[in-house]
C-alpha cells in the first residue's frame, strides 16, 4: 500500500473520544496503528506499562489533548505537541507528558501530548507519527479542533527531545518553533540505547548516526528553539544540547539555552528539581514572542 493511501485510510479510521486511559486529558486522538500507518514499527506484542506512567512495546499512536483555560488565563493562540522521553524504547506519559500539559494550559497554552509508537528500529515510525500530531493541531486533518493554535510547536524530552528536534529539522511538516529538555541530538558522545532503538543496533554505522545527529540536519528552515538542560547531566551530555544550538546559531536561526547547575537527567515536571521555578519562567517568557 503507497504512502498516499495509507494516509487516506488512517484519517478514515481516526476517531475523537475519552481514552480508556485516564490522563486527565479533554479528549483522545486515536492516530493510526501499525495496520493504518505509512509504516509499521514490527511490534506485534501487547502494548504494556510495566510501571504506572510507563508505557512500552507502544504500536499505537495516539494524541491526549488539554486546551487551554481560556478562563483562567488570556488565549495566545499558541499550541504545543508534546513527546515524553523514554530512550525510544518507552514513555515517561506523567513527567514529561500530561503533567507538562496541564500547566500548559493553565497558562492559556493548548497542548497534546502524543504517545508516539516505539521506532523498533524503524526510524522513520516516530517522526510520521509527530508530523501527523503536528497535522492535527494546525487543523490541516480533523480531530484535534479544542487544541488548534495560530502557531503550533513542538516539545520534547530526552529522546522525546530527539524526537521534536528531528521533526524540526528533517520532518516534511515542520513546527512554528521546539522547545527541547535535555533532548538526546548527537550520537558521539550520546544516549547509545536511544539510538539503537531509533536505528536498530545492527543497523548503526557512521552514516547512520551521522544521519541522525541531528547537529547535522539544522537548516535554514530548522525553526527557532529552546534548549533546558543540567551541566551535570551523565546520562545525555550537555554536548547533545550545545553541539545543536551552535548549529541553529550558525544558520542565524534564533535560539536560547539555559543550563542549570544541577539536577542531572529527566526532571521534567518535578517538583523536586531545584531550578523547576526558573525553566517554569524561562520557558513561558520565550513562548510569549511568538504570540500573535
Same mark, same amino acid.
Given at each position: 500500500?503507497?504512502?498516499?493511501?495509507?494516509?487516506?485510510?488512517?484519517?478514515?479510521?481516526?476517531?475523537?473520544?475519552?481514552?480508556?486511559?485516564?490522563? /486527565?486529558?479533554?479528549?483522545?486522538?486515536?492516530?493510526?496503528?501499525?495496520?493504518?500507518?505509512?509504516?509499521?514499527?514490527?511490534?506485534?506484542?501487547?502494548?504494556?506499562?510495566?510501571?504506572?506512567?510507563?508505557?512500552? *512495546?507502544?504500536?499505537?499512536?495516539?494524541?491526549?489533548?488539554?486546551?487551554?483555560?481560556?478562563?483562567?488565563? @488570556?488565549?495566545? /493562540?499558541?499550541?504545543?505537541?508534546?513527546?515524553?522521553?523514554?530512550?525510544?524504547?518507552?514513555?515517561?506519559?506523567?513527567?514529561?507528558?500530561?503533567?507538562?500539559?496541564?500547566?500548559?494550559? @493553565?497558562?492559556?497554552?493548548?497542548? @497534546?501530548?502524543?504517545?508516539?509508537?516505539?521506532?523498533?528500529?524503524?526510524?522513520?515510525?516516530?517522526?510520521?507519527?509527530?508530523?501527523?500530531?503536528?497535522?492535527?493541531?494546525?487543523?490541516?486533518?480533523?480531530?484535534?479542533?479544542?487544541? =488548534?493554535?495560530?502557531?503550533?510547536?513542538?516539545?520534547?524530552?530526552? %529522546?522525546?527531545? =530527539?524526537? %521534536?528536534?528531528?521533526?524540526?529539522?528533517?520532518?516534511?511538516?515542520?513546527?512554528?518553533?521546539?522547545?527541547?529538555?535535555?533532548?538526546?541530538?548527537?550520537?558521539?558522545?550520546?544516549?547509545? /540505547?536511544?539510538?539503537?532503538?531509533?536505528?536498530?543496533?545492527?543497523?548503526?554505522?557512521?552514516?547512520?548516526?551521522?544521519?541522525?545527529?541531528?547537529? *547535522?540536519?539544522?537548516?535554514?528552515?530548522?525553526?527557532? @528553539?529552546?534548549?533546558?538542560?543540567?551541566?551535570?547531566?551523565?546520562?545525555?551530555?550537555?554536548?547533545?544540547?550545545?553541539?545543536?544550538?551552535?548549529?541553529?546559531?550558525?544558520?542565524?536561526?534564533?535560539?536560547?539555552?539555559?543550563?542549570?547547575?544541577? /539536577?542531572?537527567?529527566?526532571?521534567?515536571?518535578?517538583?523536586?528539581?531545584?531550578?523547576?521555578?526558573?525553566?517554569?519562567?524561562?520557558?513561558?517568557?520565550?513562548?510569549?514572542?511568538?504570540?500573535?
Amino acid at each position: 500500500m503507497n504512502r498516499i493511501i495509507s494516509f487516506t485510510l488512517s484519517f478514515l479510521l481516526m476517531t475523537t473520544s475519552l481514552s480508556a486511559q485516564d490522563y /486527565g486529558q479533554s479528549a483522545t486522538v486515536r492516530i493510526w496503528d501499525n495496520a493504518s500507518a505509512p509504516h509499521s514499527n514490527a511490534i506485534t506484542t501487547p502494548e504494556e506499562e510495566s510501571e504506572p506512567y510507563r508505557l512500552g *512495546n507502544v504500536s499505537t499512536a495516539e494524541l491526549y489533548l488539554y486546551p487551554a483555560d481560556t478562563a483562567r488565563h @488570556a488565549p495566545t /493562540g499558541l499550541s504545543v505537541v508534546i513527546c515524553p522521553g523514554g530512550g525510544y524504547a518507552r514513555l515517561a506519559i506523567d513527567h514529561e507528558g500530561f503533567q507538562m500539559a496541564q500547566w500548559l494550559a @493553565a497558562n492559556g497554552i493548548s497542548a @497534546a501530548v502524543l504517545k508516539y509508537r516505539m521506532p523498533n528500529g524503524h526510524p522513520e515510525v516516530p517522526l510520521e507519527d509527530a508530523e501527523q500530531a503536528l497535522r492535527l493541531l494546525r487543523g490541516d486533518v480533523p480531530g484535534a479542533g479544542i487544541c =488548534h493554535g495560530e502557531r503550533v510547536g513542538i516539545m520534547g524530552f530526552s %529522546a522525546g527531545g =530527539h524526537l %521534536a528536534a528531528y521533526a524540526s529539522t528533517m520532518g516534511s511538516v515542520r513546527p512554528d518553533f521546539s522547545v527541547l529538555f535535555y533532548p538526546v541530538i548527537t550520537a558521539d558522545p550520546g544516549h547509545q /540505547g536511544s539510538f539503537n532503538n531509533l536505528i536498530g543496533k545492527a543497523n548503526r554505522t557512521a552514516e547512520t548516526d551521522a544521519r541522525y545527529s541531528l547537529e *547535522n540536519r539544522v537548516s535554514a528552515q530548522t525553526p527557532p @528553539a529552546l534548549l533546558l538542560l543540567s551541566d551535570d547531566d551523565k546520562t545525555v551530555p550537555p554536548v547533545s544540547s550545545t553541539r545543536y544550538y551552535n548549529a541553529l546559531k550558525e544558520q542565524g536561526i534564533r535560539a536560547s539555552m539555559h543550563i542549570y547547575p544541577t /539536577g542531572g537527567h529527566g526532571w521534567g515536571f518535578h517538583d523536586n528539581f531545584r531550578y523547576k521555578a526558573d525553566w517554569q519562567k524561562a520557558l513561558l517568557d520565550w513562548l510569549k514572542t511568538f504570540e500573535k
